[in-house]
T-cell receptor, first 116, second 109 residues
Framework: EAGVVQSPRYKIIEKKQPVAFWCNPI?????LYWYLQNLGQGPELLIR????????DSQLPKDRFSAERLKGVDSTLKIQPAELGDSAVYLC??????????????FGPGTRLTVT | AQRVTQPEKLLSVFKGAPVELKCNYS??????LFWYVQYSRQRLQLLLR??SRESIKGFTADLNKGETSFHLKKPFAQEEDSAMYYC???????????FGAGTRLFVKA
């Protein structure tokens, strides 16, 4: 089992360019999370999916960020256009959440985005 | 509002000394508390959760609802414990997880 897979691992783009991150969760995990982690900070939730449904996207800056989870498996997070302040590590995690409780979250290696 | 506070950004101890990483939380309901750890060049992973009441790698954490704390403790620190530690809180039924800013533990030989 490879665990949660993310690509690319690193991305450098110029401001105003689009960028996309991809995540493949652990097989069978119904819940998928995208987090943003700034230097010196803990992960901050951007969006959470239960199967195909985005059940919490309150922290997602919808003017420039979008996400989708096709068929309740893989997920893509997109930024268009990117700004300098978007430079951070983007983490994907998955879990098997049961009713009323958060399951253990398994994290991917993250994508380090640098916007110049 | 949910909030997790880890007051120490860096904690440095000698090998064999006791270690305590502090975590305080703010939540009006019944919380689920976790400790996640990130070793150098590895991904973030769960260390322990309060509902399982386990000791993992010699670490324990007790949920103190009166003091709203979930401090992580180990009686004798080892060099391999050097890592970044994050306390996390989830509201029951809400599934949203809030992470603290993290504490870097450095265990000196």
């Amino acid at each position: 089992e490879a665990g949660v897979v993310q690509s690319p691992r690193y991305k450098i783009i110029e401001k105003k360019q689009p960028v996309a991150f991809w995540c493949n969760p652990i097989s069978g995990h119904n819940t998928l999370y995208w987090y943003l982690q700034n230097l010196g900070q803990g992960p901050e939730l951007l969006i959470r999916y239960e199967n195909e449904e985005a059940v919490d996207d309150s922290q997602l800056p919808k003017d420039r960020f979008s996400a989708e989870r096709l068929k309740g498996v893989d997920s893509t997070l997109k930024i268009q256009p990117a700004e300098l302040g978007d430079s951070a590590v983007y983490l994907c995690a998955s879990s098997l959440a049961t009713s009323g409780r958060v399951g253990e979250q398994y994290f991917g290696p993250g994508t380090r985005l640098t916007v110049t | 509002a949910q909030r997790v506070t880890q007051p120490e950004k860096l904690l440095s101890v000698f090998k064999g000394a006791p270690v305590e990483l502090k975590c305080n939380y703010s939540y009006s309901g019944s919380p689920e508390l976790f400790w996640y750890v990130q070793y150098s060049r590895q991904r973030l992973q769960l260390l322990l959760r309060h509902i399982s009441r386990e000791s993992i790698k010699g670490f324990t954490a007790d949920l103190n609802k009166g003091e709203t704390s979930f401090h992580l403790k180990k009686p004798f620190a080892q060099e391999e414990d050097s890592a970044m530690y994050y306390c996390a809180l989830s509201g029951h039924g809400g599934f949203k997880t809030i992470f603290g800013a993290g504490t870097r533990l450095f265990v000196k030989a």
